[in-house]
């Protein structure tokens, strides 16, 4: 009867600690059924309830655990029956409750449970050295814990949670394997996990005697190697580096050092690397090169490109498209721009049956993506019913569209695909075009400032970027850059102390030192020092430009930085977490005179990540609430319409159009990547 009663009181003192409410005995008593004298004979408050159910609870899981090891298995199974056991006991009962973390005590019985299973997992792995001692005994806490907390957060999800922690343990475990302590004793390794690491006996300091090579061919010092500023930081790091085999060979490897804490705030008991060898993926790039002959036209086109571009003049181009639009539609044809600050649909050449201008959903400046295609159909359904449209493609954004009464869409969608590129193609020879995106004048400074921005949409890689600067027509200081090469993209955005024509041009100055250095083959470092002389050279000692100066490295889903006095990146990850890539931050771009030591910081970006780069005019935007801030960011690209890069920039930029009724007083730039569009292509 007695052990009948506890088991009562147990489970009805869970079930209340899952609830808003602070525990009390007349609530247990009643939960459990019974009197409230039966209860104090047991507990005699609410904080031995606590402690009991904490005891219970890690009473079974030792349990647990000797049951799921019964029986001559192999390790990995042995893991998944303990994993599975302990979920399932924490969707029931709780670990951490109102009095405290559980004692080390309390712990003991399921660590030395676990002990055996953890040896055969480190023999699996190759580990030249079975972990002992404090390590292994805060591991297989850190483990136990984890189980039990996860089942209780998601007691519904229990066999979801059960498959995220096996991959969690078992994916490195084929891989190189580096195990340090807290004082930077080496604990075990196995043979790839040594590589470029001093050789040293278990329990000598570890210490990285190369620093490699990083993903760009640059030499990487040892002091930037991710094993030593985790060692040097306390803090988890990640990078990519090439390092030199014994016959003369070049690997690849993405290093992940996690440092290990059981809980958060708990101290640092040790950290963990993981090489994995991605030699391999150097042929992704190559992957993507299309046979000789697989890109022939699979009909006659509708007109040769390279004849209309030699035989009409390039301010006749449009006129030139319009009478081929015509052509194929018999009847009225329209061609539209858009306006630079993305809110109207400008006719460039056709009939006046059709509006000079039309209002359209906003856009990343003169250009529009595939998702904003929805609401321009729509809009233009009401304003213009039966019209046809033909978005005009070049590399995944269109930069105008044909409108005609009638006629064949495909028919259309051809003329306009053509016209896309020759509208590219002739734009270095006329002004018709830029003139066409103007719809009121502009000033020298922001006239500047769109001269040398790129195009707003860009797929690279595995990634989508998109961009865009308010106001298009004022201001100046603001830009941002990027560009695909051969080793990767350079991301890069800027701010220009100041106002007006000297912050425009002294703030192109750098973007032009930026474009110099990448050109000239330097470092992201190098090119940071280059970038930091010529702005100190040409601002004089009141003038400075803050500034992210980055690589992203598709192949190794590899994004490295450097951070002049700038607001840092946000990254919103697929489930929509929110983490600022604070760092350390050099100071602005010519501040100061002194010669200046750049240092590059790296992360590992995965599947759906989106990285948002800004500027002060967005963060500091006011509100009726204060600053719109990062908190602004993150929910306007969390309430975007897709997931897309495109999707998320125009929600930052209406977001912050939309925050109050004042005109911007400040240029407000955004760059958006998102990383690996699955299953998307360039149109």
């Keep these: 009867m007695a052990r009948r009663n506890h088991v009562a009181i147990i489970t009805a003192t869970a079930g209340l600690l899952r609830g808003p409410e602070p525990l009390k005995m007349q609530a247990v008593a009643a939960a459990a059924g019974l009197s409230r004298s039966t209860l104090y004979r047991h507990f005699a408050n609410p904080e031995e ?106 007691p519904d999800r229990r066999r979801a949670t059960v498959e995220r922690l096996l991959a969690t343990i078992t994916d490195p475990l084929d891989r190189g394997l580096l195990l340090i302590d807290a004082s930077a004793a080496l604990v075990a390794s196995n043979a790839d996990g040594r590589v470029g690491l001093e050789a040293v006996e278990p329990g000598r300091r570890a210490v990285v005697r190369s620093g490699g090579l990083y993903e760009d061919g640059s030499a990487a010092s040892s002091e930037t190697h991710p094993i030593s500023t985790a060692l040097a930081s306390g803090e988890a790091q990640q990078g990519v580096r090439g390092h030199h085999s014994g016959d003369g060979g070049l690997s690849w490897f993405s290093i992940d050092v996690h440092a290990l804490r059981r809980a958060p705030s708990a101290e640092l008991y040790g950290f963990v690397a993981v090489y994995s060898d991605v030699s391999e993926e150097q042929r992704f790039e190559q992957a993507n090169l299309r046979p000789g002959g697989d890109l022939s036209a699979t009909g006659v086109p509708l007109f040769d490109i390279v004849r209309v571009l030699d035989e009409v003049p390039p301010p006749l181009l449009p006129e030139q498209l319009i009478a081929e639009a015509m052509r194929i539609a018999r009847g009225p044809v329209a061609l539209y721009v858009l306006d630079i600050d993305g809110s109207r649909l400008l006719r460039l050449a056709g009939t006046d049956e059709f509006p000079a201008q039309l209002q359209a959903p906003l856009a990343l400046g003169p250009e529009l993506a595939e998702d904003g295609l929805p609401d321009l159909t729509a809009h233009l359904a009401r304003e213009l019913p039966g019209v046809v449209m033909a978005p005009m493609w070049l590399r995944n954004r269109a930069v105008g569209v044909l409108l005609a009464r009638r006629g064949s869409e495909s028919g259309l969608l051809e003329v306009a695909r053509l016209g896309a590129a020759a509208m590219e193609l002739a734009g270095g020879y006329t002004d018709v075009f830029d003139d066409a995106r103007r719809r009121k004048d502009m000033t020298p400074a922001a006239e500047l400032q769109q001269s040398l921005l790129p195009p707003r949409i860009v797929r690279m890689g595995s990634g989508e970027l ?38 425009g ?32 050279a040409a601002g004089g000692p009141e003038f400075f430009v803050t500034a992210v100066l980055a690589r992203w490295h598709p192949v190794y889903s590899l994004f490295s930085w450097v951070n002049l006095g700038h607001p840092p990146p946000l990254l919103i990850s697929a489930d929509d977490a929110v983490e600022e890539l604070a760092t350390k931050p050099d100071l602005p771009l010519g501040f100061t005179e002194r010669t200046r030591a750049f240092r590059r910081h790296q992360r590992r970006l995965l599947d759906g990540d989106r990285l948002v780069f800004y500027t002060d005019g967005i963060s500091r935007r006011r509100t009726a609430d204060g600053p719109f801030g990062t908190d602004g960011i993150a929910k306007a690209v969390r309430e975007a319409d897709s997931r897309s890069a495109t999707a998320a920039a125009r929600a930052i930029q209406e977001a912050v159009v939309s925050a109050s009724e004042d005109g911007l007083p400040d240029d407000a730039a955004v760059v958006v990547l998102e990383v690996n569009v699955a299953g998307r292509r360039p149109r």
């Design 49 to 154: 309830l606590q402690r009991a159910v904490q005891q219970e609870t890690l009473a079974r899981a030792a349990g647990s655990i000797q049951q799921a090891l019964r029986g001559p298995r192999p390790p990995l199974a042995h893991l998944r029956s303990v994993v599975s056991a302990l979920v399932d006991l924490g969707a029931d009962l709780p670990l951490d409750v109102p009095v405290g973390p559980p004692t080390d005590e309390l712990l003991a019985d399921a660590i030395r449970a676990a002990g055996p299973l953890a040896e055969r997992i480190a023999q699996a792995a190759g580990l030249d050295a079975v972990p002992t001692g404090a390590w292994l005994e805060c591991a297989c806490a850190q483990a136990i814990e984890t189980c039990l907390r996860e089942g209780w957060a998601a």
């Design 466 to 503: 998109a961009g865009s600067v308010l106001p298009s027509y004022d201001v100046g200081g603001d830009w941002f850059d990027y560009v695909e090469n051969r080793d990767g993209a350079w991301i890069a955005i800027a701010d220009g102390v100041g106002r007006g024509p000297r912050a």
């Design 505 to 536: 041009g002294l703030s192109s100055v750098a973007l032009a030192a930026l474009r110099a250095g990448r050109r000239n083959d330097c470092t992201l470092e190098e090119t940071a020092q280059l970038m930091d002389e010529t702005v100190a």
